[in-house]
Nanobody, 127 residues
Framework: QAQLVESGGGLVEAGGSLRLSCAAS????????MGWFRRTPGKEREFVSA????????YYADSVKGRFTISRDNTKNTMSLQMNSLKHEDTAVYYC????????????????????WGQGTQVTVSS
């Protein structure tokens, strides 16, 4: 199974950039679809972005499309989320997730699709 640890969160000014990383361990990492979710107090965990096992297909929530870029490096067992043009509304705890299921395109945004989760990293965008 995959074990995930996020890093790279912090405080950034609106309009700035931040890069999150997810370090994964486990024998099945290269075969797993992975994604990023975020949560703010009082709200459900929200889909942000996802990437298939090879990195050849990526998916984004409409709210971040054009600003965020997801990538992975299977040789290093890492996944990243480059966040540009950050907005105050992007403030949240960001979670790395991995799925051991075969996902169709519409399935990547579902919380239930993911089996392994990191502890989260706080991203705060100042107004």
């Amino acid at each position: 199974q995959a074990q995930l640890v996020e890093s790279g969160g912090g405080l950034v000014e609106a309009g700035g950039s931040l890069r999150l990383s997810c370090a994964a361990s486990g024998r099945t990492f290269s075969a797993n679809s992975m994604g990023w979710f975020r949560r703010t107090p009082g709200k459900e965990r929200e889909f942000v972005s996802a990437i298939n096992w090879s990195g050849g297909s990526t998916y984004y929530a409409d709210s971040v499309k054009g600003r965020f870029t997801i990538s992975r490096d299977n040789t290093k067992n890492t996944m990243s989320l480059q966040m540009n043009s950050l907005k105050h509304e992007d403030t949240a705890v960001y979670y790395c997730a991995a799925s051991q299921k075969f996902l169709r395109n519409s399935g990547y945004s579902s919380l239930s699709a993911y089996d392994y989760w990191g502890q989260g990293t706080q991203v705060t965008v100042s107004s």
